[in-house]
């Protein structure tokens, strides 16, 4: 299939790229590709990015029947396009793809559509640090029908956003509060995978621990109520006596890329790390006997996020003295080194564009 490109007859004027928020500008240009049965996906197309049309009934508005991804692009300080693992969120697509009953795409056509797209938008790529552009694929169900049962049509489209810091706190350590109440994903439902609907579950919970002054919600398994899962749209990890620890895949996470990777990186550095089931209880124990050391949140987004108090039930625990950790800093430098081109991608991470 031929991807076609029709390009702006009007470029948009750039924002300050010196002061930039989170996905709220979007480049010049943005794919698309359509879905009928019978016919499979047709039609990629890169086109002036803007508002599309669609039926007031489209399955998506009532539903849900929807995924999505997240990555990000960067320019090294020699000018090239760099992308981090983005084969590895198509292929992650596929599996929330599997799980909403939308159809699978072709990763490599995707993988294709991206890179041309981010050629094509390259001027949009910020070069500050703590800066890049973020960009997120999705697929709508667009059936025109009210009837709960898989869509008959879709659309998958690929946004940019030339994007600052996710948290506006950058490497400051962030509060977060321990949720013991709401849960976001349980045994057999959504959890692995990247579906809006978790999200709009969870923002009720978000708001009430923003009202307390907390930044984050750290999730417990919906089971039980016992065990960690994650924060918000980060993956969490705890130094605990020496050993890092993450909670073990089990159907309810999310298999982060940056999860992935900081695994990868501290087994080549040799530093103990195991993806366990671990309670909140044993989190608090270890504050208790001096053996807490770090804890950090991943995700594409922020990349890593230092956490520097933990709240849980009445009691505050106060990380490494509100400081980020040895660990977490030597994880964070890597990657975004790595994703820069300040160091050498020893991992092969970073797919070139240009
Ligand atoms: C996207 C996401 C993450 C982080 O995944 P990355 O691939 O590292 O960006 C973690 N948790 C949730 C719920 C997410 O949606």
Not at 40 to 62: K, N
Not at 205 to 223: F, I, M, N, P
Request: a negative charge; charged letters at 25%.
């Amino acid at each position: 299939m031929e991807i076609t490109i029709n390009k702006t007859q009007n470029p948009k004027a750039k924002p300050d790229m010196s002061n930039l928020p989170f996905g709220k500008y979007f480049s010049d240009h943005m794919f698309i590709m359509d879905y009928d049965e019978g016919k499979g996906w047709h039609d990629p197309r890169i086109v002036p990015y803007g508002p599309i049309e669609l039926d007031p009934s489209a399955m998506v508005f009532h539903y849900a029947q929807e995924v999505f991804e997240g990555l990000k692009a960067y320019k090294s300080s020699d000018g090239h396009v760099r992308l981090f693992r983005p084969d590895k969120n198509f292929a992650r697509l596929n599996v929330s793809n599997e799980r909403l009953a939308i159809p699978q795409i072709d990763e490599a056509l995707c993988l294709e559509g991206l890179k041309k797209l981010v050629e094509l938008d390259k001027e949009w790529i910020p070069e500050q640090e703590g800066t890049s552009l973020y960009i997120r694929p999705f697929i709508i169900a667009t059936d025109p029908f009210l009837g709960v049962k898989p869509s008959e049509s879709y659309k998958f489209m690929i946004i940019c956003s030339p994007s600052g810091l996710y948290y506006p706190e950058g490497l400051a350590p962030v509060k977060i509060y321990v949720e013991d109440s709401y849960v976001r994903a349980v045994r057999g439902g959504t959890g692995f995978t990247k579906t809006g609907g978790n999200y709009a579950g969870s923002i009720r919970a978000q708001v009430v621990a923003h009202e307390k002054g907390y930044s984050q919600v750290l999730w417990l398994d919906g089971v039980e109520q016992k065990y960690i899962e994650e924060v918000g749209s980060m993956n969490i990890f705890f130094k605990i006596n020496g050993e890092v620890v993450t909670p073990a895949l089990n159907g309810s996470i999310l298999s982060g890329i940056t999860r992935m990777s900081t695994i990868e990186l501290l087994k080549s550095w040799g530093v103990p790390v195991s993806e366990r089931k671990i309670s909140i209880q044993e989190v608090s124990d270890a504050y208790d006997n001096g053996t807490l050391e770090e804890c950090f949140g991943t995700g594409t987004a922020a990349i890593i996020s230092p956490v520097g108090e933990l709240s849980w039930d009445d009691k505050v625990m106060l990380i490494n003295d509100n400081k980020i950790g040895e660990i977490t800093q030597r994880i964070f430098d890597t990657i975004t080194n790595i994703q820069t081109g300040k160091e050498e991608d020893k991992m092969g991470w970073v797919l070139k564009v240009d």
